[in-house]
């Protein structure tokens, strides 16, 4: 088991990404962190940008909300729907962007509890192979430094600046 | 390799939210200008516009059938475009150590009225 802070991304398959992380806390802990837009308002953004909406109807079917300020001011929406909510294990929910329509991913977070410490794994399904690899590219884990993951995060957010799966 | 100038199309052609969102679209597969107004809520004339921008700067091309004519994206141009930061990761990892100053101040805070309650109750 790695130690705590280093984030493991990995391709699960063509069209999933999973992202891996352990927190020294419980797990109770991190659900509360990920579901309670007061928390989420905290932590949630790249460095220098703020989470000024957080919306969240935590039960099936229900909606949840985000925009993220850049420090330049500008703003990027995204909103999803929650599938499956098991508290404080398991996570379903969709995400997709206001700016990029038809990508919308489903997201699936799972809370596993070990001695007080919580591995955080977050499995996203994206509608293509295409898409993903757009979004966050090919060669991020395999090293073979593909460009499509610059590309897409300059799509995603173009400013020039140092720089998502919803809870 | 690119010239400066093909460079300058590709970039200024990135440079419009529109524009990338269309990318985007077309990173799920190829298709018409009819397929394109409706999710974006824009006309047909105003999409052609955009299409033909991208298609200036070598991003998108144009499909066989003559009737469709189906926009698909050009990988090739894009890769060779490319030369941003890996922001996904950054993003996570950004969100994530702070994730972990609000875990520490929760569990010292769940701690400190735990002692709180034994002060209480030995009193």
């Known amino acids: 088991m790695r130690n705590t802070g280093t984030l493991e991304v990995t391709m699960k398959s063509d069209r999933e990404i999973v992202l891996k992380r352990i927190f020294d806390a419980p797990r109770r802990m991190v659900f509360e962190a990920m579901t309670k837009p007061e928390l989420l308002k905290r932590w949630m953004g790249p460095r220098g940008w703020e989470l000024v909406v957080s919306e969240i109807e935590l039960r099936v079917g229900g909606k949840w909300r985000s925009v993220l300020r850049s420090p330049e001011g500008k703003e990027m929406g995204m909103s999803g729907v929650y599938r499956e909510i098991e508290a404080p294990v398991r996570i379903v929910s969709t995400e997709a962007y206001d700016d990029y329509p038809g990508t919308e991913t489903v997201n699936t977070i799972l809370l596993d509890e070990a001695n007080g410490k919580t591995t955080f794994t977050c499995t996203i399904l994206y509608p293509s192979k295409e898409v993903r690899d757009l979004v966050v590219g090919s060669g991020m884990e395999h090293g073979a430094a593909e460009c499509y993951d610059r590309l897409a995060e300059f799509l995603l957010h173009p400013e020039p600046r140092s720089m998502e799966c919803g809870a | ?123």
């Open chain 2, 1 to 123: 390799m690119m010239t400066s100038n093909q460079m300058d199309a590709t970039f200024a052609a990135l440079a419009d939210a529109t524009r990338r969102a269309i990318l985007l679209r077309l990173a799920s597969g190829e298709a018409s200008v009819n397929e394109l107004a409706k999710p974006f809520r824009m006309s047909q004339p105003a999409v052609s516009k955009h299409l033909k921008v991208l298609e200036r700067a070598g991003l998108i091309s144009v499909g066989q059938d003559a009737q469709r004519r189906p926009r698909r994206i050009q990988a090739a141009r894009l890769a060779e475009a490319s030369a941003w930061l890996d922001r996904f990761r950054e993003f996570w990892e950004g969100s994530f150590w702070r994730l972990d100053d609000l875990l520490a101040e929760m569990k010292s805070s769940e701690h400190a009225a735990k002692r709180r309650g034994h002060r209480r109750k030995a009193s």
